[in-house]
């Protein structure tokens, strides 16, 4: 595709509910990170994957957040048991190749989460 | 504990003049530098980087001043142009890691 595609756009979910995210990553790019971005604050790392593999979910806030990408294409952030501070926005990048090479980050649109 | 921080939160220029947006890091292993503007409902798109070998590094109207010693870069915009207006982040990384640290942001609004 163009682009990363990131659905659904919006999300709504009552508190305790489970929540699954998507993310189209641009066609052949390698790396895929998922970042967290709360009102007024920056981006902040939940994880990465190089292909299939998850090389690092150090920024995973519980054990309620899990990742998954597991044809090295399309990923999936799942939530489970949502709580209200699990509200943000989340992003999700690719990149061509792998970090090392400080390669940019091409960003999806993101999808919004409110939870009640 | 902000490992990138960016100290004004929103800025306003007139347009045709420079924009000067700044961002402090604290780690002095950071080695790469980006800066990605952020329009309303949409993701980062990237600006422009700058290695830690450079002290500066210019793309059109855009040039990124690093002074490793200050801990501190900042992005220049000149002319600035009322589609300039967004929300611009700065980020830092070291080399072989996979993580990007990102600065809370500056609104820039160019008054035209």
């Known amino acids: 595709g163009a682009g990363v595609s990131q659905s659904p756009r919006y999300k709504v979910a009552k508190r305790g509910q489970d929540v699954a995210l998507r993310c189209d990553p641009i066609?052949?790019?390698?790396?895929l990170f998922w970042y967290q971005q709360a009102l007024g604050q920056g981006p902040e790392f939940l994880t990465y994957?190089?292909?299939?593999?998850?090389?690092?979910k150090s920024g995973l806030p519980s054990d309620r957040f899990f990742a998954e990408r597991p044809e090295g294409s399309v990923s999936t952030l799942k939530i489970q048991r949502t709580q209200q501070e699990d509200s943000a926005v989340y992003l999700c990048?690719?990149?061509?190749?792998?970090?090392?090479?400080?390669?940019?980050?091409?960003f999806g649109s993101g999808t919004q989460l409110s939870v009640l | 504990d902000q490992q990138v921080k960016q100290n004004s939160p929103s800025l306003s220029v007139q347009e045709g003049r420079i924009s000067i947006l700044n961002c402090d890091y604290t780690?002095?292993?950071?080695?790469?530098f980006l800066w990605y503007k952020k329009y309303p409902a949409e993701g980062p798109t990237f600006l422009i980087s700058?290695?830690?070998?450079?002290d500066k590094n210019e793309d059109g109207r855009f040039t990124v001043f690093l002074n490793k010693s200050a801990k501190h870069l900042s992005l220049h915009i000149v002319p600035s142009q009322p589609g300039d207006s967004a929300v611009y982040f700065c980020?830092?990384?070291?080399?072989?890691?996979?993580?990007?640290?990102f600065g809370t942001g500056t609104r820039l609004k160019v008054l035209a």
């Open positions: 700058i290695s830690s070998i450079k």
């Open positions: 994957f190089q292909n299939e593999a998850q090389l690092d």
């Open positions: 066609s052949g790019h390698v790396s």
């Open positions: 990048a690719s990149s061509p190749r792998t970090l090392a090479l400080n390669e940019k980050l091409f």
């Open positions: 780690n002095s292993m950071f080695d790469y």
């Open positions: 980020a830092a990384s070291l080399s072989g890691t996979y993580k990007y640290i």
